[in-house]
């Protein structure tokens, strides 16, 4: 990768920890999983999840090269936060909250999966 690929990674970076941290807690004081009690990260959800839709049209449409690691990289891979997630759940357990943890893990696992699958078929279409 050139120098300014590296540098266009960065920028875009430093621009989707910002849109992280502004669509997480934005949907964590607009929304909530009233089945699961206010303690459910319905933010980092919200994140992970659109971040694997656009991460799945990226696949879809064959996105490659340099242009897929400055944006699926760069720009997704900051974005999503695994770290997060998992902390939530650890937190969760040490709680005695089995109902979020689980329901974090399993459900951030399949609605991961299908909004991949779903942002697949959209890139397809492009």
């Not at 430093?14 to 964590?28: N, W």
């Not at 990226?58 to 242009?67: E, P």
């Not at 005695?96 to 909004?115: F, T």
């Amino acid at each position: 990768m050139t120098p300014l690929a590296w540098v266009a990674v960065g920028a875009l970076g430093g621009a989707m920890a910002i849109a992280r941290f502004l669509v997480d807690s934005t949907v964590a004081t607009r929304l909530s999983a009233p089945w699961l009690g206010d303690d459910f990260p319905i933010g980092t959800l919200a994140v992970n999840l659109s971040g694997a839709v656009v991460l799945g049209v990226f696949a879809g449409a064959a996105l490659s090269g340099t242009a897929y690691t400055i944006l699926a990289g760069g720009g997704v891979g900051t974005y999503t936060t695994f770290s997060t997630w998992m902390l939530e759940s650890h937190r969760a357990g040490e709680d005695g909250d089995a109902r979020v943890l689980w329901a974090n893990i399993a459900g951030s696992l399949v609605a991961g999966l299908v909004a991949v699958a779903l942002g697949h078929w959209i890139g397809g279409l492009l």
